[in-house]
Structure formats: C-alpha cells, structure tokens
C-alpha cells in the first residue's frame, strides 16, 4: 500500500520509519518530510497547511492511507477535507481536534464529565485576569487558549510575574491569537507522565507511558520548549496508577468527547501530573508528542498501519497493543540559543554512525539539504538521539554515548535527560 505522513519533524520521522517497518507498506511519501525523512521516504514540497494540494497528490498517486503528524493541520480541520474526498486519513477531524485546540474546552470538558485535573479560570479580558489574580494563590499556571508550539505556558512564582504573563499572552500577543483566551491555573506538584492512546471514537488502547523533558536548560531551568529529551517506560507510572487512569482518565475521555457529538479517532497524548492527591491532567494533545513519539514507537511490537486502520474502521477492539520489554531514551541536540533565537544552516556530521543499527536511531527534526547536498540544521531542535536499552539506565547510557557520534556548530543538548531514573 501507499501512505502519505504530514509532517516535518521527528515525530514524522518516527512514524515513517514505524511504516516503514510494515510489510504491508511498498511506498511511503511524506509533505514536506526532512534530511533524515527522504531516506525511508520521497519527500515532497507541500506544506502541512496546504489541504487542497495535500488532498490532490494523495489522490493522484492512489495513496492508501495518510497520516497526519502536527497539531496545526488537525486542528485546521484537514482530516475533513480528506474525508469529504473519499480518502482514508487517520487522526481527529476538526471538531475532536478542539481537545488540544483549545484549552478552556479541554478543561470545561473534564470539569462537565468529573476527569481529574487542576482548578482554572479562562478569561477574554485581560483586565478580568489581572483582577483574579489579585486574589490567586502563588505560584500559578498561565496557559494561552490555543496551539503555541508546546511553549504557551507559563508558571509564574509571584504576583508580579503573573501580571507580567497576562500582558505577554493577552496583550502583547506573544503566542499570536492563540492568546486571545488565557486559561489561569492550579499550580500542580509531583511527577509529570506522558501517556499515549490510539483511539477508534469508542475504545482506546493505551501505550507506554513516558517522561518529558520541557526546559531548555540542566535542572529544568530555563523557558519551556517543545521538548528536550524523553524515556520510555516511566518507572514512576505504576500498575495501581495505569489501574486508576483507565477507570477515571483515559475511557472517561472518550466517553466525553463522543458524548459532546465529537467522537474522537487518532491518537490522544494524556499529559499527566502524578499528584498527592493522584493523576490529575495537565493537558491533552491530539497527535502523537514529539519526542514522546521517538522513545514509544520504537518499543512498539505492533504493525503501526494494522493499528491505524483499526482506527479508521472503528474496530480498535480487536487489537492487541504490545511493546517490548525494553527501555529507550531520547536526547534532543538543539541549536544553541532554542527556543530564543538561534542559527541555522550548519553542516551536520558523524549521521553515518547510526546506520544499520536497531537499537539506536537518529531522528531528525529541524534538517534540510543544502544547495550542495549536505545535511544541515534547520530548526531549533535539529536531532533527536534514541537508543534502546534492557532497562533505562542502559539506554540513557548509550543515548549519551550517541550524542558524540554527531556533531555541528551551535550544537546544544541537557546533560540532565533521565536522570531521575537514579531516584525511581
């Protein structure tokens, strides 16, 4: 079969080379892939947000089925203007797709249908929001409404900090309109858990869980990226809690959703605070995570397409979801200077190192090739290094071992990735 993957980073990465492992896949394309992308698939130039173009090369070269990466797509309603095609496409269409495009829906839904997270407040006004925090407890969550590349957040310490937050998400429109709506919420504390789900509109199987990094800097310092280095299993994610999220998070979600006439089909990404008081959700994503998706996919004994078609035909109750018993880790090589401001068009070496070898991977997520045909950076966050390990503390091991195969100017990573394997 032929399948199309939207996307350019290395979660796209990650997925094409899951299809890439099918026996049932002969031809993979990807709109607009990457360096690292073109070698398992033939990249071509359309861009994410162009649906028209998207829908007509699907259908000109008899794509079977696509997959759709990145949120702004989901949200922007492709997945409808696919299906209005007769195309078989996986991921939410765009009235499921509102759980990560806005914020203040995802909380109105969990406080309507009793799912456990934070306290909030969502306001329009920014002289409303001032005013409430006047009276808000320290420290507290800003959260801009809409997509902001994984970096809308803010958590503010002291009154004045949180002031400072309202007018960089409201008024001075740091986040573009993705801020026209703030959520203000509880400060939650304890461990924070990725969790992904595939999901047919009534079942959901779940994956393995996983742990993000989201500061820039050692010691989650510095502002929130989209995300610097990941492991999968999280250790801290136990049975009793798996039991707990399954009963009150993770059906109760979907339950919801096709309760508010919105069934849900792709993947839901349950970002969760482990709490003293037990699970609670910080957010919802509608798509894989990225780079959840470069430590999950790589465990997963699964065919990817026989799980994503089970999606799209509504019959994800006959699949049994397995992952290896195994461990991975994932440390992001950034531009130095992300998620700021930074330099791009480095050459990029030693990506050699990483072929013919299944158990470490290179994922590239911000390359391109350059007028003379060398890999180059082209993003913040330019490769993400996984390797696999019997348990974690091999993989984080040879993870950072692999960093020093690659190499660029400018080039940034956390020496910190995992370490709270050391505590668990």
């Not at 937050?165 to 203000?184: C, L, P």
């Not at 039991?243 to 849900?264: K, L, N, S």
């Not at 919802?284 to 996919?297: C, I, K, S, T």
Request: contains cysteine; negative net charge.
């Amino acid at each position: 079969m032929r399948v199309l993957i939207v996307g350019s980073g290395g979660r796209e990465h990650a997925i094409a080379l899951a299809v890439a492992r099918s026996p049932r896949v002969d031809k993979i394309y990807c709109a607009p892939g990457n360096a690292g992308i073109a070698s398992v698939a033939e990249c071509v130039p359309i861009g994410a947000m162009e649906f028209d173009a998207l829908a007509a090369f699907a259908k000109e070269h008899a794509v079977d089925l696509t997959i759709i990466g990145m949120d702004d797509p989901l949200v922007g309603g492709i997945v409808d203007r696919f299906e209005a095609e007769g195309l078989r496409v996986f991921g939410p269409r765009k009235n499921a797709a509102v759980l990560e495009g806005s914020k203040a829906f995802s909380k109105d839904l969990m406080k309507k249908y009793g799912i456990p997270t934070a306290a909030y407040e969502s306001f329009t006004s920014p002289e409303e929001a001032l005013a409430y925090l006047e009276t808000a407890r320290m420290p507290i969550v800003l959260k801009a409404d809409g997509l902001a590349l994984g970096k809308g957040v803010l958590i503010c310490n002291t009154l004045e900090e949180a002031k400072a937050g309202v007018r960089e998400i409201m008024q001075d429109k740091k986040f573009g309109s993705a801020g026209n709506t703030m959520v203000v919420e509880e400060f939650l504390t304890g461990r924070e858990v990725s969790v992904l789900s595939f999901v047919d509109g009534k079942t959901i199987r779940i994956m393995s869980s996983a742990q993000d990094h989201k500061r820039a800097k050692d010691g989650d310092q510095g502002p929130n990226t989209g995300g610097m280095g990941n492991f999968s299993p999280s250790p801290f994610y136990t049975e009793e809690i798996d039991r707990y999220c399954r009963e009150h998070i993770y059906q109760a979600t979907v339950d919801a959703m096709a309760a508010e006439g919105r069934p849900f089909t792709g993947v839901i990404f349950f970002g969760l605070m482990l709490t003293a008081e037990g699970p609670k959700v910080l957010e919802y994503n509608a798509r894989f995570g990225d780079p959840e998706a470069q430590v999950v996919l790589p465990r997963m004994e699964n065919d990817i397409i026989d799980v994503m078609e089970a999606c799209v035909d509504g019959r994800l109750d006959e699949i049994d979801l397995r992952f290896r018993d195994n461990a991975a880790v994932c440390v992001v090589l950034a531009s130095d200077g992300y998620p700021v401001s930074y330099e791009k068009g480095f050459p990029i070496s030693g990506l050699e190192r990483f072929e013919g070898k299944d158990d470490y991977f290179c994922y590239h997520a911000g390359t391109k090739f350059d007028e003379q045909g060398r890999i180059v950076t082209n993003g913040g966050r330019v490769l993400g290094v996984t390797a696999l390990g019997r348990d974690l503390r091999e993989a984080r091991a040879k993870a950072y071992e692999a960093t020093g195969w690659v190499d660029f100017a400018n080039k940034y990573m956390r020496t910190d990735i995992g370490r709270a394997i050391e505590e668990a």
